[in-house]
């Protein structure tokens, strides 16, 4: 991490779990917890259980996100959640792209632009994620399908709505398997992101976005992870439904 540069973040994705009443004694359990982190913390929640997390967190520093966004401001979208409804209720960030939406729900990097341009303009702040399928590690074009993603994922966004953007780096095949890249692998990925965004933008514009490892992030590991000089935080999944694992992690971030 590098925080005269960027801000460190540490965001729970809670993915399908917790009821509202679960989430709420969750959060409860966290606040305290992380009171005194010098780094953003963040609870990104299913969207039933976004009216609970915003208010066991009021007037603590944990921040609520969503876990994903339509692209319409309203209409015919069955199932779907605008951004002017996560904004209205106080939501402050939300998951684009996540592995488990390419995988399962039919992402591409197409609607995962147009989402991330939608949030933007509702004045939410996006987690953009990007990573490599195990296959394509294997064949040696991680770089090649990372500047793909990036590319695409933040066509049309402006240097100053950059300021808002946040990279997640999530490895594919490292994401609920137990693997974890290795702090050297994560870094030298995040450091090949933060180089991207520096040919699509500035040097400048690209030192100030806050890149997160997401895969397999724990207690254990996580103090590796984020010594290193372009992680920046990190997006974490199971560790995130535990308190003492979660606060353990922001714990590090807070170094």
Same mark, same amino acid.
């Given at each position: 991490?590098?925080?005269?540069?960027?801000?460190?973040?540490?965001?729970?994705?809670?993915?399908? &779990? /917790?009821?509202? @009443?679960? =989430?709420? #004694?969750?959060?409860?359990?966290?606040?305290?917890? +992380?009171?005194?982190?010098?780094? %953003?913390?963040?609870?990104?929640?299913?969207?039933?259980?976004?009216?609970?997390?915003?208010?066991?967190?009021?007037?603590?520093?944990?921040?609520?996100?969503?876990?994903?966004?339509?692209?319409?401001?309203?209409?015919?979208?069955?199932?779907?959640?605008?951004?002017?409804?996560?904004?209205?209720?106080?939501?402050?960030?939300?998951?684009?792209?996540?592995?488990?939406?390419?995988?399962?729900?039919?992402?591409?990097?197409?609607?995962? &632009? /147009?989402?991330? @341009?939608? =949030?933007? #303009?509702?004045?939410?702040?996006?987690?953009?994620? +990007?990573?490599?399928?195990?296959? %394509?590690?294997?064949?040696?074009?991680?770089?090649?399908?990372?500047?793909?993603?990036?590319?695409?994922?933040?066509?049309?966004?402006?240097?100053?709505?950059?300021?808002?953007?946040?990279?997640?780096?999530?490895?594919?095949?490292?994401?609920?398997?137990?693997?974890?890249?290795?702090?050297?692998?994560?870094?030298?990925?995040?450091?090949?992101?933060?180089?991207?965004?520096?040919?699509?933008?500035?040097?400048?514009?690209?030192?100030?976005?806050?890149?997160?490892?997401?895969?397999?992030?724990?207690?254990?590991?996580?103090?590796?992870?984020?010594?290193?000089?372009?992680?920046?935080?990190?997006?974490?999944?199971?560790?995130?439904?535990?308190?003492?694992?979660?606060?353990?992690?922001?714990?590090?971030?807070?170094?």
């Amino acid at each position: 991490m590098d925080k005269a540069k960027r801000k460190a973040i540490i965001a729970g994705n809670w993915k399908m &779990n /917790k009821t509202p @009443k679960e =989430a709420t #004694a969750l959060l409860n359990e966290i606040t305290p917890l +992380v009171k005194d982190a010098d780094c %953003e913390v963040i609870a990104c929640v299913p969207y039933v259980d976004l009216a609970a997390a915003i208010e066991a967190t009021a007037g603590t520093n944990v921040k609520i996100g969503a876990e994903n966004c339509h692209w319409a401001a309203s209409g015919a979208f069955t199932g779907e959640i605008s951004t002017g409804m996560l904004k209205e209720i106080g939501v402050e960030y939300v998951v684009l792209g996540h592995s488990e939406r390419r995988q399962y729900f039919g992402e591409t990097d197409e609607t995962v &632009n /147009k989402r991330t @341009k939608a =949030a933007l #303009a509702a004045g939410l702040k996006p987690i953009v994620c +990007v990573g490599e399928l195990l296959w %394509e590690r294997e064949c040696d074009i991680t770089e090649e399908v990372i500047a793909r993603q990036i590319k695409l994922d933040l066509w049309d966004v402006s240097e100053e709505e950059l300021k808002n953007v946040v990279i997640a780096y999530e490895p594919v095949w490292a994401i609920g398997t137990g693997k974890t890249a290795t702090a050297d692998q994560a870094e030298e990925v995040c450091a090949f992101i933060r180089a991207q965004l520096a040919k699509l933008y500035n040097q400048d514009a690209a030192d100030a976005v806050t890149i997160q490892y997401g895969g397999s992030m724990n207690d254990g590991n996580a103090d590796e992870l984020l010594s290193k000089t372009n992680v920046d935080g990190g997006l974490i999944g199971g560790a995130s439904l535990v308190a003492e694992k979660f606060a353990a992690i922001v714990k590090a971030a807070s170094k």
